[in-house]
């Protein structure tokens, strides 16, 4: 799920720390975007394995708030660890690191 702001749009780029962090069950990460663009948002492993696909999708410009709810592409819980979060448009790309705690 996510929410979105456009009442204000951001000047720049941003991926904000997930909060809170370490978590248990779900993180929420923010996201500001200047611009309408595609947005891919992937969540990795501490070894590089692909975990889960959140959004692969066009957003509007503005403050997007998307959750994680520590599950895999098959919806099973995730395994306590290190997790990055990886959030990539045509123009910027950005990782930050997420710690799940069960």
Same mark, same amino acid.
């Given at each position: 799920?996510?929410?979105?702001?456009?009442? @204000?749009?951001?000047?720049?780029?941003? !991926?904000? =720390?997930?909060?809170?962090?370490?978590?248990?069950?779900?993180?929420?990460? =923010?996201?500001? $975007?200047?611009? $309408?663009? /595609?947005?891919? @948002?992937?969540?990795?492993? #501490?070894?590089?394995? /692909?975990?889960?696909? !959140?959004?692969?999708?066009?957003?509007?410009?503005?403050?997007?708030? !998307?959750?994680?709810?520590?599950?895999?592409?098959?919806?099973?819980? @995730?395994?306590?660890?290190?997790?990055?979060?990886?959030?990539?448009?045509?123009?910027? #790309?950005?990782?930050?690191? #997420?710690? !799940?705690?069960?």
């Amino acid at each position: 799920k996510y929410e979105t702001s456009v009442a @204000v749009v951001p000047e720049a780029f941003a !991926l904000h =720390q997930n909060y809170p962090n370490p978590f248990n069950p779900s993180t929420s990460v =923010q996201i500001d $975007l200047p611009e $309408l663009t /595609q947005v891919n @948002v992937v969540i990795y492993d #501490a070894v590089g394995r /692909q975990v889960q696909t !959140l959004v692969n999708e066009e957003f509007l410009p503005g403050y997007h708030t !998307l959750d994680w709810n520590g599950t895999d592409h098959s919806g099973r819980q @995730v395994a306590s660890g290190i997790y990055f979060i990886r959030v990539s448009t045509p123009s910027n #790309a950005k990782t930050i690191k #997420a710690m !799940l705690i069960r």
